[in-house]
């Protein structure tokens, strides 16, 4: 039987009530309350992107509402360096970069960008960052200091080298719009009536082109924080200044692609 529009709009209700009760953690402890309450089809897996989907806290807007409500920290106190302090302001509140082990491999990856190591080999137990720290928001931060650098992003398949391209688009983008929320408001001008009509009818492409694409992850469009590049898709996107990523899998060909 399918759920009723009334029991949906509860459940995200409910949900999004927890998630602000716990301050964006805790979502094992979500499920299980949500679960408790009658919601017995809810997953905490709700709550994070799959494929080219986004989870409710980035499509609804949670992360940004909770960083609202949340006074401005001064992350350049005890922050480490540059990098470690832009990670925390574009990161969701859920994420914690003040671990040890994260703040010995920050150090180690400002040895990597002052070139005074060539070759870095990481190794650490499943699901300590790794690849939130190094493959999505380094390579993010390094493409965001030096648009014309080029990437080559390897897993082991092509799917997920797609979906670390996608992340590695998205922490850029999270990161010029809080840019532009940052300005003040006297130098935002009031868009005019034709740029609303013409966003709207780009908002409305958009959707219909994802719609379109939706099984299709290799070429699936992405927002570009840059100016328009050439090729834009999850396997390969450019920033339009001479740099980008060429996401590939174990098979796929890099020969005559260069990287930085």
Excluded at 27 to 55: K, T, W
Excluded at 231 to 260: D, F, H, L, M, Q
Aim: hydrophobic share 30%; proline share 5%; with cysteine.
């Amino acid at each position: 039987m399918r759920p009723t529009e009334e029991y949906l709009q509860k459940r995200l209700e409910t949900c999004r009530r927890l998630f602000f009760q716990y301050e964006g953690r805790e979502h094992s402890r979500i499920e299980r309350e949500m679960r408790s309450m009658g919601f017995a089809d809810f997953n905490r897996r709700c709550l994070y992107p799959r494929g080219i989907r986004s989870g409710w806290i980035e499509r609804y807007g949670w992360d940004r509402k909770l960083l609202s409500k949340e006074p401005a920290a001064d992350n350049s106190k005890d922050s480490i360096n540059e990098f470690h302090e832009w990670i925390k302001r574009v990161s969701p509140p859920m994420f914690h970069w003040d671990a040890p082990h994260l703040k010995l491999l920050i150090k180690t990856l400002q040895l990597v960008t002052e070139g005074k190591i060539k070759r870095l080999m990481i190794f650490m137990p499943p699901r300590h960052g790794k690849s939130e720290l190094v493959t999505i928001r380094y390579t993010a931060w390094r493409l965001m200091k030096n648009p014309s650098l080029k990437v080559i992003l390897a897993s082991y398949a092509q799917g997920l080298a797609n979906r670390f391209s996608r992340a590695v688009r998205n922490t850029l983008a999270e990161h010029f719009a809080l840019e532009r929320d940052d300005r003040p408001n006297e130098q935002q001008e009031e868009p005019s009536k034709s740029e609303n009509a013409s966003r709207s009818n780009n908002s409305a492409r958009k959707v219909r082109n994802r719609e379109n694409t939706e099984g299709d992850e290799e070429n699936t469009t992405l927002q570009n924080p840059f100016r328009a590049g050439i090729i834009n898709s999850a396997a390969e996107w450019e920033t339009g200044k001479g740099g980008g990523v060429k996401a590939v899998g174990v098979g796929g060909g890099i020969t005559g692609y260069g990287a930085g």
